[in-house]
């Protein structure tokens, strides 16, 4: 089966401490996404990766990082200066990110609650 | 700039009864738009999208949205709506000649039986 598969499902930490979610996908698509949804708000757009080791930053990257030395991975890191890091993140993917119409491909999601 | 506009928080319909979540855009260029589910502590499922062609467009499990360019809208609807249908619904839109995708804030679809 192909998909996205988000880990873990479940992450707590300490205020102060970085963190890393893990993305994995197998559907061999060149273009993948970090979304961060809060209630409300629907979701709001952190980093993408067009391609193996190049991405860009979206609407919020203050406080993230993140890496893309494979086809298939694109973990985010939850830095210590972001300032409201509890949320529910959403990694996602598309065949070619220039393929304007194409739909998004979603994780399960990773819910983090710093304290 | 680009944006999408769910203006309700919240539908609540009958088991049976049609439904309509509402979704309205603002885009230069030709819009891609698009309906995603979210089902409680889960990823977005797409559902359907609209590109070019017929106003309206048939999607997954017997939803369908009608595009209307002259009121720049995109709404979801289903002749009859299942209580298994609730959930959370997005409207998106992607950036024309950009990388983004815009989702709405979400509404809320609760069906009761």
């Known amino acids: 089966d192909g998909g996205i598969t988000q880990s873990p499902k479940y992450l707590f930490r300490k205020e102060g401490q970085n963190v890393t979610l893990s993305c994995e996908q197998n559907?061999?698509?060149?273009?993948m996404y970090w979304y961060r949804q809060d209630p409300g708000q629907g979701l709001r757009l952190i980093y993408y990766s067009q391609i193996v080791n190049d991405f860009q930053k979206g609407d919020i990257a203050e406080g993230y990082s993140v890496s893309r030395e494979k086809k298939e991975s694109f973990p985010l890191t939850v830095t210590s200066a972001q300032k409201n890091p509890t949320a529910f993140y959403l990694c996602a993917s598309t065949y070619d990110v220039g393929a304007k119409f194409d739909e998004q491909y979603f994780g399960p999601g990773t819910r983090l609650t710093v304290t | 700039a680009q944006s999408v506009a769910q203006p309700e928080d919240q539908v609540n319909v009958a088991e049976g009864n049609p439904l309509t979540v509402k979704c309205t855009y603002s885009?230069?260029?030709?819009?891609?738009l698009f309906w995603y589910v979210q089902y409680p502590n889960r990823g977005l499922q797409f559902l359907l999208k609209?590109?070019?062609?017929?106003?309206l467009v048939k999607g997954s499990y017997g939803f369908e949205a009608e595009f209307n360019k002259s009121q720049t809208s995109f709404h979801l609807k289903k002749p009859s709506a299942l209580v298994s249908d609730s959930a959370l619904y997005f409207c998106a839109v992607r950036e024309p000649g950009g990388f983004k995708t815009i989702f709405g804030a979400g509404t809320r679809l609760f069906v009761k039986a």
């Open positions: 609209y590109i070019t062609g017929d106003n």
């Open positions: 885009v230069s260029g030709n819009p891609y």
């Open positions: 559907l061999n698509h060149d273009a």
